[in-house]
């Protein structure tokens, strides 16, 4: 059965950069690797997808290797605010939905 | 307000009772999804509803009976649970026919608590 793993939690203070690394060593051809961000008492909330290389947008970057087997989701000068659970998640087109376990981000002042 | 809207937010039940959690999305979209998420587990798809129809059961006990009348609503029928099924219970929905392939919104859950 694929799993898809992350760190439990992180640490991190208000400015710095956060780098939470997912590892899923099973995936296939035709699958896409998400990150979504949960805060407490909210459902998850889309933050960036990718299939290869290096995918950036306006709050995160992610970062995937050629062999794919891994990714990792790039948090630049966070905040306070940022404080949340992070999960990525593997998935294809037709039957594969995978989240990972989470990785509980704790930003200090 | 994301758009996709879970009632009740909490529901407490015996194990006998039946009870239903209902799901409402303005997102004009097509599929909606149900996901249970447990302590300490990663969240698990349930059942996937593609232009109102199910496309991925995933062995979810038949104590768990999906409903999805149009493409905006989207319901869960619970009966004889057990406390194991405590849990909260996401509903999300998503553009498009791609079971994985497109961004997901998620509604704010519905806390359940099976005594």
């Known amino acids: 059965l694929a799993k898809t793993t992350q760190p439990i939690s992180m640490d991190s203070y208000e400015g710095q950069e956060v780098n939470i690394t997912c590892s899923h060593n099973?995936?296939?051809?035709?699958?896409?690797i998400t990150w979504y961000q949960q805060f407490p008492s909210q459902g998850p909330r889309f933050i960036i997808q990718g299939y290869k290389t290096k995918v950036t947008n306006e709050v995160a970057s992610l970062f995937i290797p050629a062999d794919r087997k891994s990714s990792t989701l790039s948090l630049p000068r966070v905040s306070l605010s940022d404080t949340a659970v992070y999960y990525c998640?593997?998935?294809?087109?037709?039957?594969?939905?995978?989240f990972g376990t989470g990785t509980r981000l704790q930003v200090f002042p | 307000e994301t758009g996709v809207t879970q009632t009740p937010r909490h529901l407490v039940m015996g194990m006998t009772n039946k009870k239903s959690l209902k799901c409402e999305q303005h997102?004009?979209?097509?599929?909606m999804y149900w996901y249970k998420q447990s302590a300490k587990k990663p969240l698990e798809l349930m059942f996937v509803?593609?232009?109102?129809?199910?496309?991925e059961n995933n062995s979810v006990p038949s104590r768990f009976s999906p409903e999805c009348p149009n493409s905006s609503h989207l319901f869960l029928h619970l009966h004889t649970l057990q406390p194991e099924d405590s849990a909260l219970y996401l509903c999300?929905?998503?553009?498009?026919?791609?079971?994985?392939?497109?961004?997901?919104?998620f509604g704010p859950g519905t806390r359940l608590t099976v005594l």
């Open positions: 509803y593609s232009l109102e129809e199910r496309v």
């Open positions: 998640l593997v998935s294809n087109n037709t039957d594969k939905l995978i």
């Open positions: 999300a929905s998503s553009q498009g026919r791609g079971l994985g392939y497109n961004e997901q919104f």
């Open positions: 997102l004009g979209h097509n599929a």
């Open positions: 099973n995936i296939a051809t035709n699958d896409y």
